[in-house]
């Protein structure tokens, strides 16, 4: 380790030296120091506002992740946290559910119109290991396909990890490819009539690469596909959910799951995931196990209903679509006048960026590392969440952050 390394994090290495002697790993998962670039990237949040955070070494950081999703609406949005706040006062988990599940249930079957019930959990890999279990209790088979590069979790069936694992959990689990049909129908035909669900996301958005949307007609010939063969079509919008559009991302890409599942943006940060689905699946529903310590705790559900309210009456995907355009346009052209060329993927409100010629993502890791220096979280190798509270003045500093550093790079 150099010895300028962390120069600019001194608070958050040394709580990171702390952390490593009483927490495996010091910081785990896809928020650990080498999920962005290590030295470099703050280790450690302090507290946020609007469409900012401070970190413990007390910078001030437009934040283009927010908090990898959940800040639909930018951090400590008053509306939410008194709506919080409200049920926080009258108590947080009792003996019962508390009304306020109802009020969410019926809020967000209406609010996704295809489905006729829906459950609630903590996270999204509670929704998604939940909803490939009705699946495969309602067909009584077990197989899952679910697309190549694809994220649905942390269980075994789906972790990215390697650790922990034994060959039965992924025994009838089997990939295609995303936007190719064909491969799917070869599983199907490989195994016919053993498939009990198909999971996918709105659109493809693996880490460390770019995203790439639906082809014409992929996921209305998937859901006649799994009709076909009485396969479930399961949703996994636990990262795209309710920000490309208030009812789901479904909707602007006109096809319908048989279940979906929600996660980050239900709450604007608060825990909670839910998981919606068609009639003929209730049974089956009500036959899966389904409970944890804290997932009746209705101040999530009280966020939430606010949060939904927010998202519809704000018209804030529309919002997040006219941010993320003007984010692409403003970066497209600093870039080039810059000479560095640059790629855009996913939809505007998750965009995605790249830099051509950089199959080791050097440059983009360099981009990102200077442009954090200024101020502006911009994540090398993630789609980027824009928020509600994002607004011109927040895009175009982050436009003019990444003008400086394209200049820089160029003249480096
Ligand atoms: N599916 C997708 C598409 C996700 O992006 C995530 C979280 N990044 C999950 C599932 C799992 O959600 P959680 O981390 O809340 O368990």
């Not at 770019?210 to 079509?233: A, I, M, N, T, Y």
């Not at 600093?334 to 560095?340: H, P, Q, S, T, Y």
Request: hydrophobic content about 40%; aromatic content about 10%.
């Amino acid at each position: 380790m150099s010895e300028g390394f962390g120069a600019s994090i001194p608070k958050s290495k040394a709580l990171f030296e702390r952390a490593r002697q009483v927490i495996p790993g010091g910081i785990y998962g896809h928020v650990q120091p080498s999920a962005t670039i290590p030295g470099v990237f703050p280790y450690f949040a302090e507290r946020g506002e609007g469409g900012y955070y401070w970190d413990v070494d007390g910078r001030k950081i437009l934040d283009l992740m927010c908090g990898y999703g959940p800040l639909i609406l930018g951090y400590h949005h008053q509306e939410i946290e008194e709506a919080a706040a409200i049920q926080r006062a009258k108590g947080l988990v009792f003996n019962h559910p508390a009304s306020l599940s109802v009020e969410l249930a019926e809020k967000l079957v209406d609010r996704v119109g295809f489905a006729d019930w829906t459950v609630f959990g903590k996270n999204g890999s509670d929704m998604t290991t939940w909803a490939i279990q009705v699946a495969r209790e309602h067909t009584k088979r077990s197989k899952i396909a679910v697309v190549s590069g694809a994220y649905h979790g942390v269980d075994a069936w789906c972790t990215p990890g390697k650790g922990g694992l034994i060959l039965e959990d992924r025994v009838h689990i089997h990939t295609f490819e995303w936007n190719n049909l064909d491969s799917l129908q070869s599983l199907f035909s490989d195994y016919a009539k053993q498939f009990a669900a198909v999971v996918v996301t709105p659109f493809h958005h693996p880490a460390f690469g770019e995203s790439e949307l639906p082809h014409e007609g992929f996921l209305d010939d998937l859901e006649q596909l799994c009709h076909r063969e009485g396969v479930l079509l399961v949703l996994d919008d636990i990262r795209a959910g309710f920000r490309l559009h208030a009812g789901g991302s479904h909707r602007p890409y006109g096809f319908e799951p048989d279940l979906s599942c929600y996660c980050k943006a239900l709450a604007n940060g608060y825990s909670i995931s839910a998981t919606a689905g068609k009639e003929e699946f209730r049974k089956a529903a009500t036959r899966v196990f389904l409970t944890g310590s804290y997932w009746n705790n209705p101040v999530p559900m009280a966020a939430s209903l606010a949060c939904l309210e927010i998202i519809a009456r704000e018209s804030v995907p529309e919002h997040l679509e006219q941010m993320g355009l003007r984010l692409q346009s403003g970066i497209s052209a600093v870039a080039k006048a810059a000479g560095v060329d640059v790629r855009w993927s996913g939809p505007p409100s998750m965009p995605y960026l790249s830099i051509r010629d950089d199959p080791n993502l050097y440059l983009i890791q360099e981009f990102a590392a200077k442009s954090l220096d200024r101020g502006v979280f911009f994540h090398p190798h993630h789609n980027w969440f824009l928020s509600q509270a994002h607004k011109e003045k927040e895009i175009d500093l982050a436009i003019e952050v990444a003008g400086d550093v394209f200049r820089s790079l160029q003249n480096g």
